[in-house]
């Protein structure tokens, strides 16, 4: 069914078809008799419990952030049965990101390239809808609640040596509306930015979001995302940061600048220009790189898996490689609403 629908999905730009389809599940989702629908369809047909840095999750397969910036779908998305969603990135102000067309399919290699440049409405919107959000939900008593991630990032205008205010506004503007934060410093889609994955520039933002968290009632889990471009010292730098500042977590990966070993012809990659790749070319060098930090720290660093996850077959890849729970994105586009069910009524 999901392949007659992305046949017609896909004779549209990629950024009309998300809203376009999210529109769509919106319509069916609208009453709670439209979502028990949509659920019994497309949700798994069993809970695989996960526990995560003292949360506890109704399955390891998560949305990574990107998906839904402003957290807008959380309703829609539920009802497909993911165990979370990391919504953003947000920045402080709300910002309209980089000119479009900004996203792009790669069909032969099952991928996808975007250049969003942080799209997203700011903070403050962000969490004002997350409040209503949690109000709605606080009067159902959910077994499962469904988990949110906050991922952060710095506006654009923010010059590199200010990006650390950037992400503590982000961080108590929507501290008490998420589960966990994200740090992004890996997108290649905002100048600069990767510069921030420095050693010591990363230690003066996770130092400072770590005194936020400490002061705060109840201290929330702070990751970092990484790029799957980093070499092995960088990574090895990654890792020591992470055990002295006490890091919570790590994300693995981000999207890749690499187009080595693409199907696609090089002329349709010139013609669409710079962007990170996403979906099946970022599998293997994601996976790897989860073995290598679980293997350096013996499994002392809760990870997350992402990149290339389109069946059980890579999920189940990412998690004996090392993670914990799993992230999809390029995966939900081309495999559709049932990939959550998908994967874990196989795991």
């Given at each position: 069914?999901?392949?007659?629908?992305?046949?017609?999905?896909?004779?549209?730009?990629?950024?009309?078809?998300?809203?376009?389809?999210?529109?769509?599940?919106?319509?069916?989702?609208?009453?709670?008799?439209?979502?028990?629908?949509?659920?019994?369809?497309?949700?798994?047909?069993?809970?695989?419990?996960?526990?995560?840095?003292?949360?506890?999750?109704?399955?390891?397969?998560?949305?990574?952030?990107?998906?839904?910036?402003?957290?807008?779908?959380?309703?829609?998305?539920?009802?497909?049965?993911?165990?979370?969603?990391?919504?953003?990135?947000?920045?402080?102000?709300?910002?309209?990101?980089?000119?479009?067309?900004?996203?792009?399919?790669?069909p032969?290699?099952?991928?996808?390239?975007n250049?969003?440049?942080?799209?997203?409405?700011?903070?403050?919107?962000?969490?004002?809808?997350?409040?209503?959000?949690?109000?709605?939900?606080?009067?159902?008593?959910?077994?499962?609640p469904?988990?949110?991630?906050?991922?952060?990032?710095?506006?654009?205008v923010?010059?590199?040596?200010?990006?650390?205010?950037?992400?503590?506004?982000?961080?108590?503007?929507?501290?008490?509306?998420?589960?966990?934060?994200?740090?992004?410093?890996?997108?290649?889609?905002?100048?600069?930015?990767?510069?921030?994955?420095?050693?010591?520039?990363?230690?003066?933002?996770?130092?400072?979001?770590?005194?936020?968290?400490n002061?705060?009632?109840?201290?929330?889990?702070?990751?970092l995302?990484?790029?799957?471009?980093?070499?092995?010292?960088?990574?090895?730098?990654?890792i020591?940061?992470?055990?002295?500042?006490?890091?919570?977590?790590?994300?693995?990966?981000?999207?890749?600048?690499?187009?080595?070993?693409?199907?696609?012809?090089?002329?349709?990659?010139?013609?669409?220009?710079?962007?990170?790749?996403?979906?099946?070319?970022?599998?293997?060098?994601?996976?790897?790189?989860?073995?290598?930090?679980?293997?350096?720290?013996?499994?002392?660093?809760?990870i997350?898996?992402?990149?290339?996850?389109?069946?059980?077959?890579?999920?189940?890849?990412?998690?004996?490689?090392?993670?914990?729970?799993?992230?999809?994105?390029?995966?939900?586009?081309?495999?559709?609403?049932?990939?959550?069910?998908?994967?874990?009524?196989?795991?």
């Amino acid at each position: 069914m999901y392949s007659l629908l992305r046949r017609l999905y896909f004779l549209f730009p990629a950024e009309r078809a998300h809203y376009m389809a999210m529109s769509h599940l919106h319509l069916l989702t609208a009453t709670q008799a439209g979502k028990k629908l949509v659920s019994a369809i497309t949700a798994p047909s069993k809970t695989i419990e996960t526990r995560f840095l003292n949360m506890v999750f109704k399955n390891p397969v998560g949305l990574a952030a990107g998906f839904d910036k402003n957290a807008v779908f959380l309703n829609e998305l539920e009802a497909l049965g993911f165990g979370f969603v990391e919504i953003g990135t947000v920045t402080p102000l709300p910002q309209s990101g980089n000119p479009q067309p900004r996203l792009f399919r790669l069909p032969a290699d099952r991928a996808l390239i975007n250049r969003m440049g942080f799209n997203n409405d700011g903070a403050d919107a962000i969490a004002e809808r997350l409040r209503q959000w949690r109000e709605k939900k606080a009067a159902v008593k959910e077994k499962y609640p469904l988990i949110i991630g906050g991922n952060i990032g710095k506006n654009k205008v923010t010059p590199n040596e200010d990006a650390w205010k950037d992400y503590a506004t982000c961080f108590n503007k929507l501290h008490h509306y998420v589960d966990y934060f994200v740090v992004n410093v890996s997108s290649p889609n905002t100048p600069g930015l990767r510069a921030l994955q420095d050693k010591e520039s990363l230690r003066k933002i996770i130092w400072n979001l770590a005194m936020i968290n400490n002061g705060k009632a109840v201290a929330k889990p702070i990751l970092l995302k990484i790029a799957p471009d980093l070499n092995q010292a960088q990574i090895d730098d990654v890792i020591e940061l992470a055990d002295e500042v006490k890091l919570d977590g790590l994300v693995i990966s981000n999207t890749t600048i690499d187009r080595n070993g693409l199907v696609t012809p090089v002329t349709e990659l010139e013609k669409i220009g710079n962007g990170g790749l996403s979906g099946k070319p970022v599998r293997a060098r994601s996976t790897a790189i989860i073995e290598y930090v679980h293997k350096q720290t013996q499994g002392c660093i809760p990870i997350i898996g992402s990149g290339g996850i389109f069946s059980a077959v890579d999920a189940r890849e990412k998690l004996a490689a090392g993670a914990t729970l799993v992230q999809v994105w390029t995966g939900f586009i081309y495999q559709g609403p049932t990939i959550v069910k998908q994967i874990c009524d196989a795991l």
